[in-house]
């Protein structure tokens, strides 16, 4: 008999606390999950799967407004029924939550709907006082949204408010110049608001490539997003129905129906008794881990966005996955690789990058060569579209290996799962060259660049 009542007590019902929780069940081990909200966490029910659902309706209106030009019998500027989306939206959130609950039951994991805390290396006890022990304990409960600490702060939404609309407000401002920021723009403008995009920085998405950077920005102002960069906001004022937004000197940046903060993400490590039992808690709020994921005390590990390291979902569930690999599967040095990690940014069109953009590529690299494909897609030259596209890759030493590709256009967010695949393993850019196209795609331009 164990000493325990769980092998392993799981706090946070997000991607990574279930990809844990079901990889752990898998090897044999007995498993309780503490989550008080509904299952998913950020990614299900206010990030990735609600996100993409409002992209795609966005991406139809692209659509609808394209087959205008080329002689389609509907409207150049479609309208959206909010509400309608929305129950469409909410109705494939629910279906997800309903086969979450369905694999915990069908793994024999404990689901506890309340929140813990640690009250040593082995024991969580929940709000109403009851008390769970384990072997190891995972610690996946996510991040919030930040508010910064400005004048009237409180007026403004946060990115997870955008889930609450019904309606699209017809004058928008976004606060910041990240991921969250470019892709709530665009959802925004293309569902029926005029938006304005307020910059800090001199540039959008400062981790990815400046080059598709300074192309994306020419493409949201192409959809009519309004872009202003070295833009400090200072304070938000109740400006009748409006927020006024003061940049400045009190300088009027103008009074909006909504204004959304952008401005970052701070990891939910607080109130979980971790400082008192030694776990180090770093200077963003993030829950201190070797590259096993385990903290100070060997008992204790963490994944996902509390860790602090790559806030992206498969991320998490991978790190998880290899971690309870290790502590029941056998797998004495399974961690997760976090080199030439994926990812895309939703805008419209999408961008998506694996590897070293071409400045991080020159620190690293004595040679390095870069290529690249700058056009427009099809379907936009038919109806006369400005969108455009660009593509690059960037290579390192005599070979040319290729160590980064840079992707901005349609269908990118798709074609890169293969190519990073095959950057993963060390591709070369003469091996790409000697790869046959497939004519006419946007993807062909990878193999074709010179």
């Given at each position: 008999?164990?000493?325990?009542d769980?092998?392993?007590i799981v706090?946070?019902?997000?991607?990574g606390?279930?990809?844990?929780?079901?990889?752990?069940?898998?090897?044999?081990?007995?498993?309780?999950l503490?989550?008080?909200?509904?299952?998913?966490?950020?990614?299900?029910?206010?990030?990735?799967?609600?996100?993409?659902?409002?992209?795609?309706?966005?991406?139809?209106?692209?659509?609808?407004?394209?087959?205008?030009a080329?002689?389609?019998a509907?409207?150049a500027?479609?309208a959206?029924?909010?509400?309608?989306?929305?129950?469409?939206?909410?109705?494939?959130?629910?279906?997800?939550?309903?086969?979450?609950?369905?694999?915990?039951?069908?793994?024999?994991?404990?689901?506890?709907?309340?929140?813990?805390?640690l009250?040593?290396?082995?024991?969580?006890?929940?709000?109403?006082?009851?008390?769970?022990?384990?072997?190891?304990?995972?610690?996946?409960?996510g991040?919030?949204?930040?508010?910064?600490?400005?004048?009237?702060?409180?007026?403004g939404?946060l990115s997870?408010?955008?889930?609450?609309l019904?309606?699209a407000?017809?004058?928008?401002?976004?606060?910041?110049?990240?991921?969250?920021?470019?892709e709530?723009s665009?959802?925004?403008?293309?569902?029926?608001?005029?938006?304005s995009?307020?910059?800090?920085?001199?540039?959008?998405?400062?981790?990815f490539?400046?080059?598709?950077?300074?192309?994306?920005?020419?493409?949201?102002?192409?959809?009519?997003?309004?872009?202003?960069f070295?833009?400090?906001?200072?304070?938000?004022e109740q400006?009748?129905?409006?927020?006024?937004?003061?940049?400045?000197?009190?300088?009027?940046?103008?009074?909006?129906?909504?204004v959304?903060f952008?401005?970052?993400?701070?990891?939910?490590?607080?109130r979980?008794?971790?400082?008192a039992?030694?776990?180090?808690?770093?200077?963003?709020?993030?829950i201190?881990?070797?590259?096993f994921?385990?903290?100070?005390l060997?008992?204790?590990h963490?994944v996902?966005?509390?860790a602090?390291?790559?806030?992206?979902?498969p991320?998490?569930?991978?790190?998880?996955?290899?971690?309870?690999?290790?502590l029941?599967?056998?797998?004495?040095?399974?961690?997760?690789?976090?080199?030439?990690?994926?990812s895309?940014?939703?805008?419209h069109?999408?961008?998506g990058?694996?590897g070293?953009?071409e400045?991080?590529?020159r620190?690293?690299?004595?040679?390095v060569?870069?290529?690249?494909?700058?056009?427009?897609?099809?379907?936009?030259a038919?109806?006369?579209?400005?969108?455009?596209?660009?593509?690059?890759?960037?290579?390192?030493g005599?070979?040319?290996?290729?160590v980064?590709?840079?992707?901005?256009?349609?269908?990118?967010?798709?074609?890169?799962?293969?190519?990073?695949?095959?950057?993963?393993?060390?591709?070369?850019?003469r091996?790409?060259?000697e790869?046959?196209?497939?004519?006419?795609?946007?993807?062909?331009?990878v193999?074709l660049m010179?």
């Open positions: 008999m164990s000493a325990y769980y092998d392993l706090l946070g019902g997000g991607s606390g279930l990809a844990g929780a079901f990889r752990a069940a898998a090897h044999g081990a007995r498993v309780a503490l989550e008080p909200g509904e299952l998913g966490g950020t990614c299900v029910n206010v990030g990735c799967v609600p996100k993409k659902a409002m992209w795609l309706a966005a991406d139809l209106a692209g659509k609808i407004g394209l087959a205008s080329m002689g389609f509907v409207p500027t479609p959206v029924e909010w509400k309608e989306l929305v129950v469409h939206r909410q109705r494939y959130i629910a279906d997800i939550h309903a086969r979450y609950q369905q694999r915990l039951d069908e793994t024999g994991v404990v689901r506890i709907p309340r929140r813990g805390r009250l040593d290396a082995h024991t969580v006890q929940c709000e109403d006082g009851l008390r769970f022990s384990a072997g190891h304990i995972l610690i996946a409960t991040a919030h949204p930040l508010r910064p600490t400005l004048p009237g702060a409180g007026l939404l997870d408010d955008f889930f609450n019904c309606a407000p017809a004058t928008v401002a976004v606060i910041g110049g990240g991921y969250i920021a470019v709530l665009g959802l925004l403008q293309a569902l029926g608001s005029r938006v995009l307020l910059v800090r920085g001199e540039r959008l998405l400062d981790r490539d400046a080059e598709l950077a300074a192309q994306l920005a020419e493409n949201l102002r192409q959809q009519g997003v309004q872009l202003h070295d833009c400090h906001v200072h304070a938000l400006a009748s129905a409006q927020v006024r937004v003061r940049g400045a000197e009190s300088v009027d940046c103008g009074a909006f129906d909504a959304f952008a401005t970052g993400r701070r990891p939910n490590s607080q979980l008794g971790l400082e039992l030694g776990v180090e808690i770093g200077g963003k709020d993030e201190k881990v070797d590259a994921q385990t903290t100070a060997p008992s204790i963490a996902g966005d509390v602090g390291k790559v806030g992206l979902t991320v998490a569930i991978a790190a998880a996955r290899k971690l309870m690999d290790r029941y599967g056998g797998e004495a040095q399974a961690r997760l690789d976090y080199d030439n990690i994926p895309v940014v939703f805008s069109p999408p961008l990058a694996v070293l953009g400045e991080e590529a620190k690293r690299h004595a040679k060569s870069v290529y690249h494909s700058r056009f427009r897609p099809m379907l936009q038919l109806a006369d579209g400005p969108q455009r596209s660009l593509f690059k890759l960037v290579c390192a005599e070979e040319e290996r290729v980064g590709i840079h992707l901005l256009g349609e269908g990118a967010d798709e074609i890169l799962q293969g190519f990073a695949v095959a950057l993963k393993l060390g591709v070369t850019r091996q790409l060259e790869t046959v196209a497939i004519h006419p795609t946007a993807a062909e331009e193999v010179r």
